[in-house]
């Protein structure tokens, strides 16, 4: 299947820091990617969508100005969490589809979990 | 809005028997229904895929099957094994294109040896 790439898998910061991840696709070019987030115990939810080429197009409640997102090249979206608070604590996983795929499948990183001081 | 509901949120269960996680959405107007599995800490392993048309995937000792117009799916597992030990997560996509998918809060499951 196709593979995604997603680093750093764990990162702990100081409060007031910015913190950046990135999400690649190995195997494919990925013209759309999703940034995940998932507290302890509950489930996935979406945060933005990542175009390349374009801004970002964020889900209601998400602050862009916090969570930036760049999407410059076909393989590689990043997403950094800007003047990190303990609240941000959280796992953040992006996905990819495979372009032109019927059956719109998604595949997932490995995720990263933010532990901010 | 779609919500989507997993039951049970853990279940613990010896190694060789068989099981069934259920999955149910609010809203039937859906494009597809996607299982995952989610290791501690780790990232989503997609396992099946049921389109809205269809009433059922097989995947080795996995079934999914979907009833779209009850808005329910049931994930079973034949024979389980230590290692089907993970949380199993259910997403559905409303439309074609649609770009969000509303997961699951997931099923914990623990398969002692």
């Known amino acids: 299947g196709a593979v995604v790439s997603q680093h750093p898998s764990r990162v702990i910061c100081k409060s007031g820091t910015s913190v950046k991840i990135e999400c690649r696709s190995l195997?494919?070019?990925?013209?759309?990617m999703f940034w995940y987030r998932q507290f302890p115990k509950q489930s996935l939810m979406l945060m933005a969508t990542?175009?390349?080429?374009?801004?970002?197009?964020?889900e209601q409640g998400v602050e862009k100005d916090k969570f930036l997102i760049n999407h410059a090249s076909l393989t590689l979206s990043t997403l950094t969490v800007t003047s990190a608070h303990p609240e941000d604590s959280s796992f953040y996983i992006c996905?990819?589809?495979?372009?032109?795929?019927?059956?719109?499948?998604?595949?997932f990183g490995s995720g990263t979990q933010l532990s901010v001081l | 809005k779609q919500e989507v509901t997993q039951i049970p949120a853990a279940l613990s269960v010896p190694e060789g028997e068989n099981l069934v996680l259920n999955c149910s959405f609010t809203?039937?107007?859906?494009?597809?229904l996607q299982w995952f599995r989610q290791d501690p800490g780790k990232g989503l392993t997609s396992l099946l895929l049921?389109?809205?048309?269809?009433r059922e995937q097989t995947s080795g000792r996995l079934n999914a099957s979907l009833d779209k117009s009850s808005g329910r799916s049931t994930l079973y597992i034949a024979a389980s094994q230590p290692g089907d030990s993970a949380t199993y997560l259910c997403?559905?996509?409303?439309?074609?294109?649609?770009?969000?998918?509303?997961f699951g809060q997931g099923t914990r499951l623990t398969i002692n040896p």
């Open positions: 996905s990819c589809e495979i372009p032109g795929a019927t059956n719109e499948k998604l595949f």
């Open positions: 049921i389109q809205s048309s269809q």
């Open positions: 809203d039937s107007a859906i494009y597809n």
């Open positions: 997403a559905v996509r409303r439309v074609q294109g649609a770009q969000k998918l509303v």
């Open positions: 990542s175009n390349e080429g374009s801004k970002a197009t964020y």
């Open positions: 195997d494919f070019q990925a013209t759309t």
